[in-house]
């Protein structure tokens, strides 16, 4: 499992301290530091069968100076897959990917769910 976080988000710590009662093994990896790519990121997106809209980072600073809101309509799933490529601080996170899905964002009981199946 993948655990892609920016250890100064409080909804991040608070997802690998959820992890780690749980004593669910993982590989961490700092999305500031290390920006998934379009290949990565549209594998993870057709993975968890969501929207590519919930792979973005709605509630940053950097989705609000770009204007995405108002932008990603517009825009073609190549396009969106490319934009959110170009940085990190625009992908939802914590982003937790298992070998069948990808979980943009900790909701503690949809995480339960799916890892009770692993």
């Known amino acids: 499992m ?4 920016y250890p ?23 999305i ?14 057709r993975r968890s069968g969501l ?19 108002d932008r990603l309509p517009q825009m073609s799933e190549d396009e969106k897959l490319e934009l959110l490529a170009t940085d990190g601080m625009l992908v939802k996170r914590p982003l937790l990917i298992t070998e069948e899905t990808a979980l943009p964002g900790f909701k503690e009981a949809q995480w339960a769910q799916v890892l009770e199946k692993n």
């Open 2 to 5: 993948l655990f892609l976080w």
């Open 8 to 30: 100064k988000c409080s909804i991040c710590q608070k997802a690998k301290k959820w992890l780690d009662a749980q004593g669910i093994s993982y590989e961490t990896r700092d």
């Open 32 to 45: 500031k530091e290390e920006n998934p790519g379009k290949e990565e990121l549209g594998q993870w997106y």
């Open 51 to 69: 929207d590519i809209k919930r792979f973005f980072n709605t509630s940053g600073l950097l989705y609000k100076s770009m204007q995405l809101k």
